[in-house]
């Protein structure tokens, strides 16, 4: 059974910072391209950050240079670091696991992120 648990979320006044984390069972962690996305009422999700492999990554314009996503094999944890946060980061923050190779991918309940201006 696979399950993407994901904690760290919570509220923050602008400028500040959270570490998101999502812990993966069930899967071959290192063959999977982990993600986060995020989605607010009203709106499609949106990738905001992904890594392969440990090293390879991809940020949304939007974020970079405030978050940092790694990973860590051994934990099978994903952590997404949020620094300088802003209202417009408010969302509900999903973890997720892709393998295009096999055709599948898994969601994270998701954790609430909101920032106070």
């Known amino acids: 059974q696979v399950q993407l648990v994901e904690s760290g979320g919570g509220l923050v006044q602008a400028g500040g910072s959270l570490r998101l984390s999502c812990a993966a069972s069930?899967?071959?962690?290192?063959?999977?391209?982990m993600g986060w996305y995020r989605q607010t009422p009203g709106n499609q999700r949106e990738l905001v950050a992904t890594i392969l492999s440990g090293s390879n990554t991809n940020y949304v314009d939007s974020v970079k240079g405030r978050f940092t996503i790694s990973s860590d094999n051994a934990k099978k944890t994903v952590y997404l670091q949020m620094n300088s946060l802003k209202p417009e980061d408010t969302a509900l923050y999903y973890c997720n696991a892709y393998n295009q190779r096999l055709g599948v991918t898994y969601w994270g309940q998701g954790t609430q992120v909101t920032v106070s201006s």
């Open positions: 069930g899967i071959m962690f290192n063959i999977y391209t």
